[in-house]
């Protein structure tokens, strides 16, 4: 089994910076990764951001490439997802996932573990 724990959401105002950290525990699958999906109250969970298990593969999906990145450092267990110039459609509870599949997941249903969530509250 693979468990999951995000940490590092807040309540700050537009244009401020979070990192929200993903730990890891548990089996560990050499093709999976780690992905970061969002979800606004009223809205679908929203897919973020993928990175495989070396770090060597990243996908951010193109409305927050200029403001999100995504990373890991394997030595801590830990996924990072670093959020830049925060704005108020950025508030949502944030989700790390886990899927064993890297190259094929994008979607929710990709993805098998899932931690507890997040809360970011964007303020104007």
């Known amino acids: 089994q693979v468990a999951l724990e995000e940490s590092g959401g807040g309540s700050v105002q537009t244009g401020a910076s979070l990192r929200l950290s993903c730990v890891l525990s548990?089996?560990?699958?050499?093709?999976?990764?780690v992905g970061w999906f969002r979800q606004a109250p009223g809205k679908e969970r929203e897919f973020v951001a993928k990175?495989?298990?070396?770090?060597?593969?990243?996908f951010v999906v193109d409305s927050a490439k200029d403001r999100f990145t995504i990373s890991r450092d394997n030595s801590r267990n830990t996924v990072y997802l670093q959020m830049n110039d925060l704005l108020p459609e950025d508030t949502a509870t944030y989700y790390c996932?886990?899927?064993?599949?890297?190259?094929?997941?994008?979607?929710?249903?990709?993805?098998?573990?899932w931690g507890q969530g997040t809360r970011v509250t964007v303020s104007s």
């Open positions: 996932a886990g899927t064993r599949d890297y190259s094929g997941s994008l979607t929710a249903r990709d993805f098998s573990y």
């Open positions: 548990g089996r560990q699958f050499s093709q999976g990764g």
């Open positions: 990175i495989n298990w070396t770090g060597q593969r990243t």
